[in-house]
């Protein structure tokens, strides 16, 4: 599959790049997104909740009423998850929500998802680029020139570029990241994929094994 390369301008350009159809023209395989973004969802989940339970707060233990005779159940602490300010019945306690999936599911899930963008024409290719300076203003201009202003958008760059990545930082909706960190999720988070041609190398060595 050819794709024209566009510069900064939103302009096209003479070249040409081939997105090969292994990584994006590939059957998707839904299940395998599924799992990979609920592996890295849960990956980000902190799992310091806490609540305490009968046996970690303060409250007497003296009986309250006598066993027999009251024509209630039976009761022998405050501390009971019966009564109000008692510790809570099987709470939340701190854990790991991470779990392990295969490299070869997140590898097709990863191929599945580009190829869904690129059927639903949402990735564009632009030339290799860098700003002089950090700047804001540079990269909406970027996403403006590119008609993608309304648009969360993830731009793919083939190595580190702090000044491309901290151009966007303060943008809500737009993110970067380098070839070696793009995510299932991201791919399906974002509306329109924009690759630098560095990246389009990086991903096929990735991803094609």
Known sequence: MQVEVLNISGKKTAKKVELADVIFGAEPS??????????Y???????????????EI??????????????????????????????RAFGPRPRDYSFKINKKVKV?????????????????????FTFEAPKTKNYV??????NLSDK???LVLGDTNNNVYLSSRNLQGAKVVKATDLNTYDI??????????????VLESLLNK
Not at 41 to 55: F, P, V, Y
Not at 110 to 128: F, M, P
Not at 141 to 146: A, E, G, K, P, V
């Open 30 to 39: 839904d299940h395998s997104i599924y799992l990979d973004v609920k592996h």
């Open 41 to 55: 969802l849960a990956a980000q989940r902190q799992g310091t909740h806490k609540s305490k339970e009968r046996a």
């Open 58 to 87: 303060s409250r007497t233990t003296k009986k309250l009423k006598k066993q027999k005779g009251t024509g209630g159940a039976r009761a022998g602490s405050m501390k009971s998850p019966l009564f109000i300010g008692g510790g």
């Open 108 to 128: 097709l899930a990863r191929v599945s998802a580009l190829s869904y963008k690129a059927k639903e024409n949402a990735i564009t290719v632009l030339e290799d």
């Open 141 to 146: 201009d970027l996403i403006s020139n590119l």
């Open 152 to 154: 969360k958008t993830i």
């Open 188 to 201: 399906v988070n974002a509306q329109s994929i924009i690759l630098v041609e560095s990246s389009v190398k």
